[in-house]
């Protein structure tokens, strides 16, 4: 059975950093695409970044330029880092991986940015 299991999620001045880790088991984790998505209060889940099992970046824009979404293929974990944090990228941030037509979601870790 496919898990995924978020960490690194907090509280953060505007201007800080944070990174968060999405640890997976169950699947064959190198050749899936891994993302974050994340959800503010009254919003729609919405696309952060993407990465496929090759390599291929994607970035919301909003984040372009601050936030790096990288893979460990031999720790079977997804990273994000978010740098330059606006009160804006206030949201429940999950991981998400898609294999074929298999779509797996983590739980959710808060990331809160204060000003």
């Known amino acids: 059975q496919v898990q995924l299991v978020e960490s690194g999620g907090g509280l953060v001045q505007a201007g800080g950093s944070l990174r968060l880790s999405c640890a997976v088991s169950?699947?064959?984790?190198?050749?899936?695409?891994m993302a974050w998505y994340r959800q503010a209060p009254g919003k729609q889940r919405a696309l952060v970044a993407q990465i496929t099992g090759g390599g291929t970046i994607n970035y919301a824009d909003s984040v372009k330029g601050r936030f790096t979404i990288s893979r460990d293929n031999a720790k079977n974990t997804v990273y994000l880092q978010m740098n330059s944090l606006k009160v804006e990228d206030t949201a429940v941030y999950y991981c998400?991986?898609?294999?074929?037509?298999?779509?797996?979601w983590g739980r959710g870790t808060q990331v809160t940015v204060s000003s």
């Open positions: 169950g699947s064959m984790f190198s050749t899936v695409t």
């Open positions: 998400y991986q898609r294999a074929g037509l298999q779509v797996y």
